[in-house]
T-cell receptor, first 115, second 112 residues
C-alpha cells in the first residue's frame, strides 16, 4: 500500500539553527499538509499546500516557517531559526482531491529536538 | 467552534472488553469524522470514518456510533486485544482545505 515517508526520523539541532524536514507524499495525491504534535498533546495543523502554493496556515505557522515542493516528489518544511518550543513531532500528510472527503494519510513523523 | 472534545483521556480494559471513546463537536459544518490510531513512534493511521448521514458504521471489531442531534460520536472496540493498545484520536476536517481538527486523544491500554 502506498505510504507517506518522512526523513529524518529524528533531528537534533541547536537553537537558532535552520532545519529542513522532508516528506514524500503518496504519488497521486495533490493536497499536502504539515502537522505538529508536542509531547503528550494533540496533533495540531500547521499548513496546507496545493497547486504549488500555501492554501491555508495556522497561527503557529509564522515567518520562521516555510514550505516548498522543490521537485515532483518531495515536500519540505523549513524552520529558519529554531526555538526551544519548536521541539515536537512533525507529521506530513497527503490526500487526493477527488470529490467528497478523502482521508489524509500520515507519515511516521520527524522528532525534532532543539537544544 | 472548531473544537472536537474527546474523552476519556486514558482507558484501561481487560482483554475481550469493549472500550468506548467519546467525541463531541459544536460546528455543524463538520461532515466527516475519521478516527486515527497511533502507536508509539508512529504517525496517526486512519482506522475508520463516518459521515453524519449514517448512525453506525462497522469495520471488523471497530464500530462508530453517531448521534447527529446530540453532535456526538463514539468508537467501540469489540473483543479488544493487547495489540489494540494505542492512542486513539477522533478528528474532523474543516475549512476549504479540509485541515484536520483533532481531539485530545485517548490512551488505551488493553491488559492480557
Amino acid at each position: 500500500e502506498p505510504e507517506v515517508t518522512q526523513t529524518p526520523s529524528h533531528q537534533v539541532t541547536q537553537m537558532g539553527q535552520e532545519v529542513i524536514l522532508r516528506c514524500v507524499p503518496i504519488s497521486n495525491h495533490l493536497y499536502f499538509y504539515w502537522y505538529r504534535q508536542i509531547l503528550g498533546q494533540k496533533v495540531e495543523f500547521l499548513v496546507s499546500f496545493y497547486n504549488n502554493e500555501i492554501s491555508e496556515k495556522s497561527e503557529i505557522f509564522d515567518d520562521q516557517f516555510s514550505v516548498e515542493r522543490p521537485d515532483g516528489s518531495n515536500f519540505t518544511l523549513k524552520i529558519r531559526s529554531t526555538k526551544l518550543e519548536d521541539s515536537a513531532m512533525y507529521f506530513c500528510a497527503s490526500r487526493s482531491v477527488y470529490l467528497g472527503n478523502q482521508p489524509q494519510h500520515f507519515g511516521d513523523g520527524t522528532r525534532l529536538s532543539i537544544l | 467552534q472548531q473544537q472536537v472534545k474527546q474523552s476519556p483521556q486514558s482507558l484501561i480494559v481487560q482483554k475481550g472488553g469493549i472500550p468506548i471513546i467519546n467525541c463531541a463537536y459544536e460546528n455543524t459544518a463538520f461532515d466527516y469524522f475519521p478516527w486515527y490510531q497511533q502507536f508509539p513512534g508512529k504517525g496517526p493511521a486512519l482506522l475508520i470514518a463516518i459521515r453524519p448521514d449514517v448512525s453506525e458504521k462497522k469495520e471488523g471489531r471497530f464500530t462508530i456510533s453517531f448521534n447527529k442531534s446530540a453532535k456526538q460520536f463514539s468508537l467501540h472496540i469489540m473483543d479488544s486485544q493487547p495489540g489494540d493498545s494505542a492512542t486513539y484520536f477522533c478528528a474532523a476536517p474543516y475549512g476549504a482545505t479540509n485541515k484536520l481538527i483533532f481531539g485530545t486523544g485517548t490512551l488505551l491500554a488493553v491488559q492480557p
